[in-house]
């Protein structure tokens, strides 16, 4: 029997798969293929650090590397400090000896236990998967469902005042970049003042970067945005990326926190230190650290002083329960927040929950330059209309860690200034940087392999679509000027007749995929890491409504596959909705699109009909969801995720029952005469639980039988599904 792993995960797509995985197993054992889970959730990685769990992830590690891996990833937790301190205290309260999260460890027993809690923070799932490059794309159904039912996106104002800030000259990590290509295997070192900060074990020709973050300059840029948003009389926001970038991203958050409430940070900061506040964490944090201090009124009204009058308006997380933009470094998270600034026009919102015009500040130029061009293309042009827009696909760098999201282990806060050196093991000085003591100081890789890979995906996908392939690289920034000669040389590899691939900085590949968009034609962006990240999150949202619903394919080096099914940053919110009355809003079309890939898989490589068969069904159910505008609704009291679950499995069975396989055909058609027959009672059944708070056991690790529960109240849609 065939195997696909499906990893069990958190929040609302966890949530999801109690109710949507039974279903899965009943009709894919039927074509012997079994599904079978594996937790790589936050509470599971805890509980494994701790010796006290399986290390799933490191077993998934393995099967990436398999020819025959097949895996179905949904959204993990990439935890903040705040969410790992939850989690370790919901764990905690459940019975599990486990230590407490050491914020500033005192002894080697605590330097050990915060070690092994580092390797649950930020994407410490994503870089053990993504063992292949990212093809992302929209589905056919999914853009021809869009277009015909185009999502709401605001139109901007006249004469709008919106803007994205972000740094120029050589203060930020694109300013500061130096890069070389290794010329053979060997250890490389960096220090600082000849002290090692840190060490890698360098591949042949792999590509090194080295940069750094200037903490004067970007403090600088900080206090320059904050004066202009005022003088705009514009909202002031920032959008960072601490979940993936876990070091380098929080301590900027916590130096722009300290630079809007400099007043309050200076006046307080004995106590501040006798607390351990650490501004990286937000205001969140800064809150449960003074609670009950004998001055926790004044320091709490002295920046509520500060927000009411000195600056300008803070961006808001949620207006109802007054969570700005410095909450946590983890709330905004920017290629999730970005797109909702482009499709609500150029704003966002402020404490009375007013949609106002902004200043986005996203310090690094690096991607800065994209989100600029973003919201200036719709000042200048106007928003886009859904209806008529093209698409963008992209195929994007990732495999074996690349570029920024593997820059973990070699990051540093640097600890005094002088020079930063990175020298090979054979004496050669390969980068030297003259640093300030605070600076963000990183190193990221490239390796070879991949980047081969990248090249030979990007032309196959050009071949296959028949449109433009651009590769987004600027040869003004150190990394893309090496990369640019190796997409060169690569090309020449591969079979390019007639094929229009283009090589472009990152402003003029945005202006040329804009354009093409406006035509309502299709390009494909060739990307790096972390813009990957970005543009497939803001273009899918703007054309699709959300990122959920791209296709998320990672072809495996080794011949396997790895199937991602959307972005999770609203399954907080759909988890509170849950719990408080029920109604699970999560769509589950990431899902499904990702299950029918995957089969599709099994089926190509081992020319299996009757595999064949249970995908060309599924294709047709997911069609038949779509335009069926089956899709859970927001409201309770209305079909939820569990009544979407309901439908694609009727859909399915229905087309099993008609399809060209005998076998399945007669197995399944009187599944869909119970499912079809019974649909308002499975219905009135799914929808008499709702409107009841849910107990579940907990939010990061629930209870299995009580979540099983909870997520399959229909004892007529069970009744059928365990029979099959």
């Known amino acids: 029997m065939s195997k696909i792993i499906w990893s069990k995960i958190d929040e609302a797509p966890a949530l999801a798969t109690y109710s949507l995985l039974p279903i899965v197993n009943a009709f894919t054992k039927a074509a012997g293929v079994e599904v079978v889970t594996s937790d790589i959730s936050l509470a599971g990685r805890v509980l494994a650090a701790m010796g006290l ?422 040869k003004n920034r150190a990394h893309d000027a090496q990369m640019i000669k190796k997409v060169n040389t690569y090309l020449a590899d591969n079979d390019t007749a007639g094929l229009d691939i283009q090589i472009m900085d990152i402003t003029a590949a945005t202006r040329f995929t804009n354009a093409r968009v406006r035509e309502g034609k299709n390009t494909i962006a060739v990307t790096g890491n972390v813009l990957r990240d970005h543009l497939t999150d803001m273009y899918p949202i703007l054309e699709l409504g959300t990122s959920a619903k791209m296709l998320s394919i990672v072809p495996l080096l080794a011949g396997g596959g790895l199937y991602e099914t959307g972005a999770g940053g609203s399954a907080p919110k759909h988890v509170d909705q849950f719990l408080s009355e029920g109604h699970l809003r999560w769509d589950s079309l990431g899902e499904f699109l990702a299950l029918a890939e995957s089969l599709r898989f099994l089926g190509n490589k081992h020319s299996d009909s009757k595999l064949a068969a249970l995908t060309a069904a599924l294709d047709v159910a997911n069609d038949s969801y779509l335009d069926n505008n089956k899709e859970p609704s927001r409201k309770c009291g209305e079909p939820d995720n569990k009544a979407s679950h309901f439908f694609v499995a009727q859909y399915w069975a229905k087309a099993l029952s008609t399809g060209d396989n005998a076998e399945l055909a007669a197995k399944f058609a009187p599944v869909a005469k119970a499912l079809i027959e019974n649909e308002n009672t499975i219905i009135a059944e799914l929808l008499a639980a709702e409107g009841k708070a849910q107990d579940i056991g907990g939010y990061f690790h629930p209870d299995d039988a009580k979540a099983e529960a909870a997520m399959r109240p229909s004892a007529t849609l069970n009744a059928i599904i365990n029979a099959i």
């Open 53 to 474: 769990a399986e290390d799933e992830l490191s077993k998934l590690g393995e099967v990436v590397l398999q020819e025959d891996g097949n895996i179905i990833k949904l959204p993990n937790v990439s935890a903040s400090v705040g969410q790992l301190k939850d989690c370790i205290a919901e764990l905690q309260g459940q019975g599990y000896d486990i230590p407490n999260f050491p914020e500033n460890p005192a002894n080697a027993d605590e330097e050990a236990t915060r070690a092994k809690y580092n390797t649950c923070l930020g994407s410490a799932v994503n870089p053990v998967l993504r063992e292949g490059n990212s093809d992302r794309r929209a589905a056919v159904a999914v853009k021809k469902f869009a277009q015909k039912n185009p999502h709401k996106l605001r139109a901007f104002p006249e004469n709008p005042k919106s803007y994205v800030a972000h740094m120029e000259g050589n203060g930020d990590f694109y300013g500061n970049e130096q890069s070389i290509t290794m010329d053979k295997d060997q250890k490389v070192t960096i220090a600082l003042n000849g002290k090692e900060l840190g060490s890698i074990n360098a591949i042949d020709k792999e590509v090194l970067d080295g940069t750094f973050m200037s903490k004067a300059k970007f403090r600088t840029f900080i206090q320059k945005t904050i004066d202009d948003a005022k003088t705009n009389n514009v909202l002031w926001s920032i959008h960072l990326k601490a979940t993936m970038m876990k070091i380098s991203d929080p301590i900027m958050f916590g130096h722009a926190f300290e630079v809007f409430f400099q007043g309050v940070f200076t006046k307080y900061a004995d106590v501040f230190a006798s607390l351990n506040v650490n501004p990286n964490q937000g205001m969140s944090d800064l809150e449960k650290k003074i609670a009950g201090h004998a001055q926790e009124a004044e320091i709490k009204a002295a920046f509520q002083a500060v927000v009411e009058s000195d600056n300008p308006e803070i961006a808001m997380v949620d207006s109802d329960k007054g969570t700005t933009n410095f909450n946590a470094s983890n709330d905004v998270i920017i290629d999730a927040s970005m797109p909702v600034v482009v499709r609500e026009g150029g704003k966002q919102w402020n404490r009375n929950g007013d949609a106002k015009e902004c200043v986005a500040v996203i310090p690094d130029s690096t991607y800065g330059m994209f989100h600029a061009e973003m919201l200036a293309d719709c000042v200048k042009n106007g928003q886009y209309d859904v209806a008529t827009m093209g698409s963008m696909a992209n195929v994007g760098l990732m495999a074996q860690k690349a570029e920024e999201y593997g820059s973990h282990p070699t990051t540093f806060e640097l600890a005094e200034g002088g020079k930063v050196t990175v020298t090979a093991e054979d004496g050669t000085e390969l980068m030297t940087f003259d640093v300030e003591a605070g600076d963000i100081w990183r190193m990221s890789r490239a390796k070879d392999i991949p980047i081969k890979d990248w090249v030979r995906l990007a032309a196959e996908r050009g071949r296959l679509e028949g449109v433009p392939v651009i590769f987004w690289l600027d």
